[in-house]
Nanobody, 123 residues
């Protein structure tokens, strides 16, 4: 089993930057990829970014490409999501996820999920 804990969410203004963190514990050796998804009220969960924990391969969602960077500290079993030029439409609960078998942007393929951290961007 893997447990994920996110942190770093909060209330910011449009144009601000924010960094989210996600730390994994438990059987972390089983993790192939860690990712960020987000979900706004009334909307489906949306892929934000993913990063391989074994290589430097990463992928980004179209709506955030160029404004976010995913990075990792493998020694700490932690991934970060650095977000710049935030917009009100970036407001959502941001979830960290871990996958044991695939590197993917599909939420359904991730095995473990954190509780989520709220990001609110005011205009």
């Amino acid at each position: 089993q893997v447990q994920l804990v996110e942190s770093g969410g909060g209330l910011v203004r449009a144009g601000d930057s924010l960094r989210l963190s996600c730390t994994a514990s438990g059987v972390t050796s089983s993790i192939l990829a860690m990712a960020w998804f987000r979900q706004a009220p009334g909307k489906e969960r949306e892929f934000v970014a993913t990063k391989s924990m074994q290589t430097e391969t990463e992928d980004y969602g179209d709506s955030v490409a160029g404004r976010v960077t995913i990075s990792k500290d493998a020694a700490k079993n932690t991934v970060y999501l650095q977000m710049h030029s935030l917009k009100p439409e970036d407001s959502a609960v941001y979830f960290c996820a871990a996958a044991s078998h695939v590197f993917s942007n599909a939420a359904g393929l991730y095995d473990y999920w954190g509780q989520g951290t709220q990001v609110t961007v005011s205009s």
